[in-house]
């Protein structure tokens, strides 16, 4: 319940959520320490904390749609999720969880697929399926649909960019059911959450988290299929490529990747042979964080500590380490200065944990 709690606070994102989690004894603790954090950090309105209430109401909601919630932790937890930094600390399922740990390469691509497009797409995912892969995507229109509907007979696993029981786009309605019956549907948000375009990133992170590699069919230069290759690389995941006309701009992005070195594959068997080559990532996992009750940090800090974190910060972002060596303290006393300033809506996260102040007004 605490830990639901702390995910589903205001302002805490999976990457405050681990540093909660790795400073005190446990997510009890740190619920407790969130207010008076947030009013260091000189936070102008309240911290709404979830409560018991909205928790109890999301569990039954979960309850009602036949679904079941996963907590980081839990012994179903999947190890690729968990090796993430920062891992997402709680999502909701629904279907055959026995997918979750199963070797998956996800297919993504245009929403305005061509003909040819679905068509590659959904060959791939059936030959995957065939020699064991579960697909994964993002059950979009277009190359994600394709990919579903061919892989639902041997595993396909839809990560949602909204609630687990909001369907979209509508016209996939039919699929949604048809994968929460014969597949799994997996949503990081809480039911009843509509998908917004803030939300779409983070659902393409868990895409690439939950796979091997990553197959963009078609894509634009500018496209949701590009970040959750940018995200796969960044995981440690392989990026292949289907090569599309020079002419048709739903194949700029694709065929981009291909110039900068990502595999060029028209089949399965070229995904399946790709994993061969001396080049292609390994995929050896970290050991997953351990959160387990241990003896809290200090977690309150001199005003002076804080005021040197504050001065070393600035629009550009920043490595944590970087923050250490030009401060001079403690990794403990940064890291609280961090949780402050992110709980008084002060601070901005870039990519790589890199972080960054936002001025006061």
Same mark, same amino acid.
């Given at each position: 319940?605490?830990?639901?709690?702390?995910?589903? @606070?205001?302002?805490?994102?999976?990457v405050?959520?681990?540093?909660?989690?790795?400073?005190?004894?446990?997510?009890?603790?740190?619920?407790?320490?969130?207010? &008076?954090?947030?009013?260091?950090?000189?936070r102008?309105?309240?911290?709404?904390?979830?409560d018991?209430?909205?928790?109890?109401?999301e569990?039954a909601?979960?309850?009602?749609?036949?679904?079941s919630?996963?907590?980081?932790?839990?012994?179903?937890?999947?190890?690729?999720?968990?090796a !993430?930094?920062?891992?997402?600390?709680v999502f909701?399922?629904?279907?055959?969880?026995?997918?979750?740990?199963?070797?998956?390469?996800?297919?993504?691509?245009?929403?305005?697929?061509?003909?040819?497009?679905?068509?590659?797409?959904?060959?791939?995912a059936? &030959?995957?399926?065939?020699?064991?892969?579960?697909?994964?995507?993002?059950?979009?229109?277009?190359?994600?649909?394709?990919?579903?509907?061919?892989?639902?007979? @041997?595993?396909?696993?839809?990560?949602?960019?909204?609630g687990?029981?909001?369907?979209?786009?509508?016209?996939?309605?039919? !699929?949604? &059911?048809?994968?929460?019956?014969?597949?799994? !549907?997996?949503?990081?948000?809480?039911p009843?959450?509509?998908?917004k375009?803030?939300?779409?990133?983070?659902?393409?992170?868990?895409?690439?988290g939950?796979?091997?590699?990553?197959?963009?069919?078609?894509?634009?230069?500018?496209s949701g299929s590009?970040?959750?290759?940018?995200?796969?690389?960044?995981?440690?995941?392989?990026?292949?490529?289907?090569?599309?006309?020079?002419?048709?701009?739903?194949?700029?992005?694709?065929?981009s990747l291909?110039?900068?070195?990502?595999?060029?594959?028209?089949?399965?068997e &070229?995904?399946?042979?790709?994993?061969?080559?001396?080049?292609?990532?390994?995929?050896?996992?970290?050991?997953?964080?351990?959160?387990m009750?241990?003896?809290?940090?200090p @977690?309150d800090?001199?005003?002076?500590?804080?005021?040197?974190v504050i001065?070393?910060l600035?629009?550009?972002?920043m490595?944590?380490?970087?923050?250490?060596?030009?401060?001079?303290?403690t990794?403990?006393?940064?890291?609280?200065?961090?949780?402050?300033?992110? !709980?008084?809506d002060?601070?901005?996260?870039?990519?790589?944990?890199?972080? @960054?102040?936002i001025?006061?007004?």
């Open positions: 319940m605490a830990r639901l709690r702390l995910a589903r @606070s205001e302002s805490v994102g999976p405050t959520f681990r540093d909660l989690l790795q400073h005190y004894a446990s997510a009890i603790d740190a619920l407790e320490a969130l207010p &008076d954090l947030a009013r260091h950090g000189r102008k309105n309240p911290l709404r904390i979830a018991e209430k909205e928790i109890e109401r569990l909601a979960i309850e009602r749609i036949g679904g919630l996963i907590v980081i932790g839990d012994e179903a937890y999947p190890d690729q999720l968990a !993430l930094d920062p891992a997402p600390p909701t399922v629904k279907g055959d969880l026995s997918l979750l740990p199963r070797r998956s390469i996800a297919i993504v691509g245009s929403r305005n697929a061509s003909a040819a497009g679905t068509r590659i797409a959904g060959m791939m059936r &030959d995957l399926g065939a020699q064991g892969y579960v697909t994964i995507s993002g059950l979009a229109r277009g190359i994600d649909a394709a990919a579903h509907r061919a892989s639902l007979p @041997s595993g396909t696993i839809a990560v949602l960019g909204g687990i029981d909001i369907i979209y786009p509508k016209e996939n309605a039919a !699929l949604h &059911d048809e994968i929460s019956s014969q597949g799994l !549907l997996l949503a990081e948000m809480p009843g959450t509509e998908p375009a803030n939300l779409f990133p983070r659902r393409n992170r868990l895409i690439s939950l796979s091997l590699g990553v197959v963009v069919v078609e894509a634009a230069l500018r590009l970040i959750t290759a940018r995200y796969a690389l960044e995981q440690g995941r392989d990026v292949f490529a289907v090569p599309g006309s020079p002419l048709d701009p739903r194949s700029k992005g694709s065929n291909i110039k900068q070195g990502a595999p060029l594959v028209e089949s399965a &070229d995904v399946i042979a790709a994993f061969d080559l001396p080049t292609m990532n390994r995929l050896l996992e970290p050991m997953p964080l351990e959160y009750p241990r003896p809290t940090a @977690s800090i001199s005003e002076t500590s804080r005021q040197k001065k070393a600035g629009p550009t972002p490595l944590k380490d970087e923050i250490i060596r030009e401060t001079g303290l990794a403990t006393e940064v890291n609280v200065a961090l949780i402050e300033l992110t !709980l008084a002060r601070l901005y996260r870039d990519a790589g944990d890199r972080v @960054s102040l001025p006061e007004n």
